[in-house]
């Protein structure tokens, strides 16, 4: 992936850079483990000083996307532990190993592994049983967590994640210890899961009540990237979503790729209450050749539209995206928790 930085756009550069860079994290553009560009060869790539370089990857690290290994370099973070008497969980929902069928050697080499650290044979068999069971109890239910202020983003998994065959249910992260709390009174457990963006903040909530966390990857929004590239420069691109976060990483992505070359004008929907901001989504109608939107806000930019189409002086091109995850992601998860094929 090439990193560009518009030097004009008023969005300062270390912003744009750290955009970027965070969204080809979350859409395993960049795998667990993956070593990052050095700060020499990003600082090559965008014209940027080092010095900004490595500020951004202070700020990856410290938001808990990317670990630092002196003398080594930068890499995408894994998964903590549950707890530091179980084995990590070192993989998102969609990581190569993490959904496909392991043969006999891969659990024979587990095996070995543990031998090898000290553990008798019955031992292994105890810990492997007992990890076994407690992922299979995590999987009662699914709470998709993100911060209350993005709460969208959690709406938006959570819609695409409703083919699993348990409950699924969008949760606050301000609201996420007191309901683990809350199921682990009650005896119960449950799987929480979130976007890389978040993958810190929710972990260490989770970890704390012994429950699992696992990450979700986005989609790579290569269709729309496309449409983007594509447009024609001084062309308005409006942007939808339910999602406020959705909203400003697209137009920050934008703004570093496209520079000053596109206005770009973003609307925010509230599902809850529809007329919220609805003179902002006619303006972003009336004045965008090309909009974008997601799956929860097209009916509402459709509506929009529809009813003020004699007000425009041309109808935008609407593009309605399809996937906020990445479409493989329902399948691995249902194996994950162990749970039977989702139904389509």
């Known amino acids: 992936m090439r990193f560009q930085v518009q030097p004009c756009s008023s969005v300062s550069a270390s912003l744009q850079l750290y955009s970027q860079l965070s969204f080809a994290i979350a859409s395993r553009f960049y795998l667990p483990g993956h070593r990052l560009p050095s700060t020499r060869q990003l600082a090559m ?64 080499r587990c095996i070995d592994t543990l031998l090898c650290g000290g553990l008798t044979l019955q031992e292994t068999l105890r810990q492997l049983t007992t ?13 998709v967590s993100t911060p209350q202020d993005d709460l969208g983003a959690a709406h938006l ?18 609201s996420l210890d007191h309901r683990l709390a809350a199921l682990a009174q009650d005896g119960k457990k449950a799987t929480v899961v979130t976007s890389r963006y978040f993958l810190k903040p929710v972990e260490e909530v989770t970890r704390a009540h012994n429950m699992r966390c696992l990450v979700l990857d986005l989609s790579s929004f290569d269709h729309e990237l496309n449409v983007i590239a594509q447009l024609r420069t001084d062309t308005c691109v409006g942007l939808v979503s339910i999602s406020s976060g ?16 596109l206005l770009v ?34 009916p509402v930019v459709e509506a929009t539209i529809r009813q003020h189409r004699s007000q425009m002086l041309r109808v935008p091109n609407l593009h ?10 329902v399948d691995v998860l249902s194996k994950e928790m162990g749970l039977r094929c989702p139904v389509a």
């Open 45 to 108: 790539q965008t014209n940027l000083h080092r010095n900004t370089v490595s500020k951004v990857y202070r700020q990856l690290e410290a938001h808990g996307i990317v670990e630092a290994v002196a003398g080594s370099g930068v890499y995408v973070r894994g998964q903590a532990p549950a707890n530091p008497n179980r084995a990590s969980d070192l993989h998102s929902v969609t990581d190569p190993g993490s959904g496909q069928g392991h043969g006999q050697q891969d659990v024979g």
């Open 131 to 143: 990890e076994i069971n407690w992922r299979i109890s995590c999987g009662a239910q699914v709470l």
């Open 157 to 174: 998994m959570a819609r695409e994640l409703t083919t699993l065959p348990i409950p699924v249910t969008a949760v606050s992260l301000e």
């Open 246 to 261: 959705i909203l400003r990483a697209a137009e920050l992505i934008l703004q570093a790729q496209r520079g000053q070359e």
């Open 265 to 298: 004008m973003t609307a925010l929907v509230d599902m809850d209450n529809p007329q919220v901001g609805r003179n902002l989504l006619l303006s972003v109608c009336r004045a965008s050749g090309t909009i974008l939107c997601d799956q929860p806000s097209h």
């Open 320 to 329: 309605c995206i399809d996937h906020y995850l990445r479409p493989e992601t």
